[in-house]
């Protein structure tokens, strides 16, 4: 069978219900009247994950920059100092991106690379290199959807305590106010903070993740401003952009208990409040979820006069990021949370490389918890994506596991939003294989293969599915 063949049969076996394990009908995901003509589809990227050209043209050095230089902490000690060279390469990106016919294009910009001290003078090229992207976009007819903060704090900032110093807010709101008001009379649909539960867990908490900070101490500081700072930046966003769609983004797991025990229950309840309430509830005026984690009172040790205000803001939207489920059981020997998350592999044989369940009813199941605080004008799912072991036979990549992940979680999209949920749009994570922060190359999440010795494109059929999928709904 060649390769077009084979998409003509895997398209039409998507739609009849009869491909893989779990089943889509068309009568489920395809009725024309049901995904309106304004639902978005598109693909996501990030500045350090892609671009490349670490010290190029005037840019600062950001806190991956020094942190992949520690050795031991990136796995195979990767480093994003050329990643998938897309700072020179965007061009042909962009044009193979309009080549499947995706709509949307979402990506970062890098903060230093706009302002290489974080503050203060500017870096006239790479201001210059956003608008050659963007321009490119239209060019070619795919709509750039931009995220402000994509995890590369410029370093001399984290040298001034990075998140954890309330300056941040200072730092951030000139850096949004520029940019938007720089590339806001072409952008409209803006992203402020890309999962600031990963940012400030990961690498203000576990040590694991850049700046490689450890401890409630500096967890609890960083994650406040880093809420002060979403809020923050959506208010400017939408000052400045005339008639923009502002959002942000949360990561978010679905979380079951191990068994039906009370200890289980409430550590589940625990594990739900950090990963799937700690950033979204103080945006809505809930506050942090304190209820559930009495210890987490300790935020309010840094709080300010009109924190709890200053808190709140309504975006136009909420950026769903979603990958897995958690089964977690009580434990003793994690402190503030009680519980352990019990390895998908250990429970499952449906997990991807990253070992991640593979969960499609997890996604459905968060667009309904978020859709039930009544306060969230709508959805767009920013993240959503697999890494498989790809295998390249004939210059081809057959990746079926992927096609039906993202067939089973589209679909279960599609469900909450028949259902009457308010999801607009729906981006894969992510256009091409990239640099996955503490575990390098290995993870390949992309519809488009890279060959990272000589940055070599290979399009893999889940690219080639996702595109005809799409415009089949036309």
């Given at each position: 069978m060649n390769r077009n063949e084979f998409l003509k049969t895997t398209l039409a076996f998507s739609l009849l219900g009869l491909f893989g394990k779990r089943i889509i009908r068309a009568n489920e995901l395809q009725e024309r009247h049901f995904i309106a003509d304004d639902f978005i589809w598109g693909v996501s990227s990030a500045a350090y994950q892609t671009e490349g050209a670490y010290a190029e043209d005037g840019k600062g050095l950001s806190i991956w920059d020094v942190f992949v230089q520690e050795k031991g902490k990136i796995k195979n000690n990767d480093t994003g100092k050329v990643a998938c060279d897309f700072y020179h390469l965007y061009k042909s990106d962009i044009s193979l991106l309009n080549?499947?016919?995706?709509?949307?294009?979402?990506?970062?910009?890098?903060?230093?690379?706009?302002?290489?001290?974080?503050?203060?003078?500017?870096?006239?090229?790479?201001?210059?290199?956003?608008?050659?992207?963007?321009?490119?976009?239209?060019?070619?007819?795919?709509?750039?959807?931009?995220?402000?903060?994509?995890?590369?704090?410029?370093?001399?900032?984290?040298?001034?305590?990075?998140?954890?110093?309330?300056?941040?807010?200072?730092?951030?709101?000139?850096?949004?106010?520029?940019?938007?008001?720089?590339?806001?009379?072409?952008?409209?649909?803006?992203?402020?903070?890309?999962?600031?539960?990963?940012?400030?867990g990961v690498g203000y908490f576990l040590g694991l993740h850049a700046p490689g900070k450890k401890g409630f101490k500096n967890f609890l500081p960083a994650a406040h401003h880093a809420a002060l700072c979403n809020a923050l930046g959506g208010r400017i966003a939408k000052e400045n952009v005339a008639n923009g769609n502002i959002g942000t983004s949360i990561s978010c797991s679905y979380i079951e208990p191990k068994g039906q025990s009370e200890k289980d229950i409430k550590a589940a309840k625990r594990y739900d409040a950090v990963f799937n309430r700690f950033f979204i509830e103080p945006l809505i005026g809930l506050d942090y979820p304190t209820d559930t984690i009495p210890s987490l009172k300790k935020i309010h040790d840094y709080y300010k006069a009109n924190d709890e205000k200053d808190l709140q803001y309504d975006f136009d939207f909420i950026g769903i990021q979603n990958y897995t489920r958690e089964i977690v059981k009580h434990s003793l020997t994690t402190p503030i949370v009680w519980g352990k998350i019990i390895p998908a592999d250990k429970r499952t044989d449906q997990y991807t490389t990253k070992n991640w369940e593979i969960y499609p009813e997890g996604i459905y199941d968060l667009l309904k918890k978020y859709n039930s605080y009544g306060k969230i004008k709508k959805f767009y799912v920013t993240e959503n994506g697999a890494s498989f072991n790809d295998v390249i036979a004939d210059n081809k990549i057959n990746d079926l596991k992927r096609i039906d992940f993202l067939k089973t979680y589209i679909n279960s999209v599609l469900k909450a939003k028949k259902e009457g949920i308010n999801v607009k749009g729906y981006f894969v994570w992510s256009f091409t294989d990239n640099f996955e922060w503490a575990d390098g190359f290995d993870p390949r999440f992309g519809l488009v293969f890279i060959n990272y010795a000589d940055q070599k494109r290979i399009v893999k059929d889940s690219g080639y599915w996702y595109s005809d999928f799409i415009n089949s709904l036309k």
């Open positions: 080549s499947l016919k995706i709509p949307a294009f979402r990506f970062s910009l890098s903060w230093p690379r706009i302002f290489p001290k974080g503050t203060g003078s500017k870096n006239q090229k790479g201001i210059d290199y956003y608008h050659y992207v963007i321009d490119k976009c239209f060019e070619k007819g795919i709509d750039p959807w931009i995220t402000l903060y994509h995890w590369d704090l410029p370093q001399e900032l984290e040298i001034k305590g990075g998140w954890t110093n309330r300056d941040m807010l200072s730092w951030f709101g000139d850096y949004v106010d520029f940019c938007t008001k720089e590339y806001g009379d072409k952008v409209k649909n803006w992203i402020v903070l890309n999962e600031p539960l990963s940012f400030t």
